[in-house]
T-cell receptor, first 114, second 108 residues
Framework: DGGITQSPKYLFRKEGQNVTLSCEQN?????MYWYRQDPGQGLRLIYY???????QKGDIAEGYSVSREKKESFPLTVTSAQKNPTAFYLC?????????????FGSGTRLTVV | GIQVEQSPPDLILQEGANSTLRCNFS?????LQWFHQNPWGQLINLFY???GTKQNGRLSATTVATERYSLLYISSSQTTDSGVYFC??????????FGTGTRLKVLA
C-alpha cells in the first residue's frame, strides 16, 4: 500500500544532541512537508520541499534542518539550537507543488527532551 | 497572512447526536481540506473541498468560498468520531495553514 512512513514513533533526546527524524513516501509525490504540533495546538510549518534538491523554510525553521536528496525521502534534523524541541512532528506529502489534491500525512514522531 | 478560525473549540456529544463544525477564513483560498486527528495523533484526510459539497457516509462537508467558510457535518455520531478536527487552507502559495481545531468527545 502506498503511504508515508515516519520513524521512530517515539524519540528521546538529551540536551545538546542533534536528532534526525525519518520520513519516507512511496506515493510518487513531488512535494513534502514537515509540521510541528504542540499539545492542544494546531500545526505549524517547519520546512517544505516542492522538488528534489530544493527546500524552503516555513514559519518556524530556526533550529531545524532538512535535506531532499531523493524524491522519496525528506529527513528532518532537530539541532541543539532548537531550544524547545519537545513536540509531535508530522510529515506530509502532496502530489505536486501546487497541492492540487491535498495532503497525505504520516503517523508522526513524538520527540521528548530528557 | 490568512487567518483560519474554527468553532466551537470544544464539543461534547452523546452517541447518536448530530453536529456541525465551522471553519472561517479571512481571504480567498485555492484549497481547503478537513482532517480528523485520532487519539494516537494520526491525521486522517476527510475531505478535500475547495468549494461545493461532498458526502462520505455519516460525514459531509460544504465550502462556500465566496463567503469564506466551510462546514463539516457529523451525523449519528459514534465514540470513534472522538478526536480533533482540523480545517486547513491554502491561499496564494501551496502550503496549508491550519486552524486550531475542534476537540470532539462523543460519550457512549
Amino acid at each position: 500500500d502506498g503511504g508515508i512512513t515516519q520513524s521512530p514513533k517515539y524519540l528521546f533526546r538529551k540536551e545538546g544532541q542533534n536528532v534526525t527524524l525519518s520520513c519516507e513516501q512511496n506515493l510518487n509525490h513531488d512535494a513534502m512537508y514537515w509540521y510541528r504540533q504542540d499539545p492542544g495546538q494546531g500545526l505549524r510549518l517547519i520546512y517544505y520541499s516542492q522538488i528534489v534538491n530544493d527546500f524552503q523554510k516555513g514559519d518556524i525553521a530556526e533550529g531545524y534542518s532538512v535535506s531532499r536528496e531523493k524524491k522519496e525521502s525528506f529527513p528532518l534534523t532537530v539541532t541543539s539550537a532548537q531550544k524547545n524541541p519537545t513536540a509531535f512532528y508530522l510529515c506530509a506529502s502532496s502530489m505536486d507543488g501546487a497541492n492540487s489534491y491535498g495532503y497525505t500525512f504520516g503517523s508522526g514522531t513524538r520527540l521528548t527532551v530528557v | 497572512g490568512i487567518q483560519v478560525e474554527q468553532s466551537p473549540p470544544d464539543l461534547i456529544l452523546q452517541e447518536g447526536a448530530n453536529s456541525t463544525l465551522r471553519c472561517n477564513f479571512s481571504d480567498s483560498v485555492n484549497n481547503l481540506q478537513w482532517f480528523h486527528q485520532n487519539p494516537w495523533g494520526q491525521l486522517i484526510n476527510l475531505f478535500y473541498i475547495p468549494s461545493g459539497t461532498k458526502q462520505n457516509g455519516r460525514l459531509s462537508a460544504t465550502t462556500v468560498a465566496t463567503e469564506r467558510y466551510s462546514l463539516l457535518y457529523i451525523s449519528s455520531s459514534q465514540t470513534t468520531d472522538s478526536g480533533v478536527y482540523f480545517c486547513a487552507v491554502v491561499s496564494g502559495t501551496y502550503k496549508y495553514i491550519f486552524g486550531t481545531g475542534t476537540r470532539l468527545k462523543v460519550l457512549a
